[in-house]
């Protein structure tokens, strides 16, 4: 009886055996797997499953080895940790990196800084070499995190792909400059007008955007296009809009009073035409006018006038057509007054 117990055990012990041996004695597949080896960087902790909510389980020292069981993922590595099975941070140990995946392309690529050349995917080991900046790479399609895989000594290397460009510094053509509008050109006039005061120039026909005046006389070529009160007008090839009811069918003729505000000045070295300047001579400043061009100012609030001859160039201020000397002014006006509206009329 005790032999046919003792027989009947073996045989329940050789199933249970055959049950659990491939738990036990690994595959040689796993075996290859779990030679892999990691090394603790610093004192890093080993928990029970891939992150901090996990247990605790035990503490590799750094510079100490440990087992691996696969790739890492999402950060942690699998090991092996005496009889169970743990997990360390990747960031704290070496030889481990993200499965590398072959989602690139082979081809070249060129180093954009002195670049070290890595045996694997990590900092953790001393480069193998050092590129030089603009050196030449073959890669192999292969990535691994911020990691390229290339070509190395008959083997295959890793480097940084934030220091990889696709083409050689300097190579990229130049940018095309976008071509420059050509402008569209001034409508042909329908015909002119003139001035019969000092105009602004308007870009649109409403808004307060201009671009400058003409003086009372101006010659103005019209395109017959009237909106908002204003007409536009072709003026230096350009299109713009001045009020319409200050053009006038007529040109100026001597004689013909024109209104507009003058100003004065007395603080000059030289005039436009070359004529010494003296603040106290009966003379005038115009735009356009000829130099020698005599006018008869006359102060509408008051009716005195005063004759002058054009010598410089202004008033450069909008809503101004004449800037007297102080002499001048002082005939027709109070210098306390500064600027005032006036008639005058060209005499010769």
Known sequence: MRH????????VLTALLALIAPAIFPSGAANAASNRRVTALVNVNIRSGPGTDHERIGLLAGGTSIQARGEAKDGWVPVTYGDREGWVSQAYVSGSSKAPSAGGSAGEAWTTTRLNVRPSASTAESPLTVLDEGAKVATTGTTSGRWTQISWDESTAWVATRYLASSPKGSDPEPTPAPTPTPEPAPTPSGTRWASAELNLWTS????????????????GITGNVASGRAE???KGSVRWVTARYLSDTAPSSGQ???CKASFYGDDTATASGDPFDQWAMKVAHKTLPFGTRLKVTNPSNGKSVVVTVNDRGPYVAGRCLDLTTGAFAQIASTSQGVIEVDFVVLS
């Open 233 to 235: 007008v072709v003026w």
């Open 205 to 220: 026909a409403t808004g307060g955007q201009h671009s400058g005046t003409v003086p009372a006389g101006t010659e103005l």
């Open 257 to 259: 009073v024109q209104t």
């Open 4 to 11: 046919l117990r003792s027989l009947f055990a073996t045989v």
